[in-house]
């Protein structure tokens, strides 16, 4: 099954905010997340596991509520590299991505 | 760098041929996955390898098998190829099986079944 991302997608303008949502129906161990640009191959950003340890980026950062297997992904004062589409992927070993966020900052 | 090479960006097939997609990873990654990618949808997972001869479904396996007779490869085999398997696939590895480890991508195999 897999995970939901919301919003489908968000338009901003340089220096905005967003914040991307990613909701399970399964147990959650770890999250990761993605980002691909037009053309190119999907790039990690992150990982977030349970406890609180997270791996990655250090200019996005994300939140990983274990209970309610929702994580989100955070962006500040969003440049115009960070336009692409967002997934969020889950699974110990099977790993299943979601539906897909596309991003767009515009100048 | 690791390295995660699909053997054709573009590939047009027609209806009814087997095709065979190559994926092939050289940081001797344990786990390789195939993924396709539809607008709206998000990637989904066809199948994946966790070692040498051993394959799981994902969650959409029909119409499609795969082989790994060697770790470094990986392929994607659609035995008869229909037009509404036309779609971008995406070959994916890791290093482990552990939960905290990032898969690398391939750039991806556009296929077109006419």
């Known amino acids: ?107 | 760098d690791v390295k995660v090479t699909q053997s054709s960006r573009y590939l047009v097939k027609r209806t009814g041929e087997k095709v065979f997609l190559e994926c092939v990873q050289d940081m001797d990654h344990e786990n390789m996955f195939w993924y396709r990618q539809d607008p709206g949808l998000g990637l989904r997972l066809i199948y994946f390898s966790y070692d040498v001869k051993m394959k799981e479904k994902g969650d959409i396996p029909e119409g499609y098998s795969v082989s790994r007779e060697k770790k470094e490869r990986f392929s994607l085999i659609l035995e008869s190829a229909s037009t509404n398997q036309t779609s971008m696939y995406l070959c994916a590895s890791s290093p482990s099986t552990g939960a905290d480890t990032e898969a690398f991508f391939g750039q991806g195999t556009r296929l077109t079944v006419v």
């Open chain 1, 1 to 107: 099954q897999q995970p939901v991302q919301s919003p489908q997608a968000v338009i901003l303008r340089e220096g905005e905010d967003a914040v991307i949502n990613c909701s399970s129906s399964k147990a959650l161990y770890s999250v990761h997340w993605y980002r691909q640009k037009h053309g190119e191959a999907p790039v990690f950003l992150m990982i977030l596991l349970k406890g609180g340890e997270q791996k990655g980026h250090d200019k996005i950062s994300a939140s990983f509520n274990e209970k309610k297997q929702q994580s989100s992904l955070y962006l500040t004062a969003s440049q115009l590299s960070y336009s692409g589409t967002y997934f969020c992927g889950t699974g110990f070993q099977k790993l299943v991505f979601g539906t897909g966020t596309r991003l767009l900052v515009s100048p």
